[in-house]
């Protein structure tokens, strides 16, 4: 079956770094583009960025442009997400997935001093 086992989640200062993997299996990896959500307390899910299956072309919501890289190893069935310059608002469990009808249990990001 499709899971998708999210991992390197923790506690980090403002300004600090980051990186998210997100392993997936049950299911052909290199077909589907992949994307990364994050849901804060409170608050609706939302999605962060997404990476196509293609060209590996990008897209990112607004907050994290510049700040966010998403990024993907076909082989290995993984996708990352490499957090830069972390703000608290940035605070959430965070979450991959395919256009598939599947979510992984999460890992919690916290930015706090």
């Known amino acids: 079956q499709v899971q998708l086992v999210e991992s390197g989640g923790g506690l980090v200062q403002p300004g600090g770094s980051l990186r998210l993997s997100c392993a997936a299996s049950g299911f052909t990896f290199w077909r589907y583009a992949m994307s990364w959500y994050r849901q804060a307390p409170g608050k609706e899910r939302e999605l962060v960025a997404t990476i196509t299956n293609t060209d590996g072309g990008a897209g990112y919501r607004d907050s994290v442009k510049g700040r966010f890289t998403i990024s993907r190893d076909n082989p290995k069935n993984t996708v990352y997400l490499q957090m830069n310059n972390l703000k608290p608002e940035d605070t959430a469990v965070y979450y991959c997935?395919?256009?598939?009808?599947?979510w992984g249990q999460g890992t919690q990001v916290t930015v706090s001093s």
């Open positions: 997935k395919a256009p598939l009808p599947y």
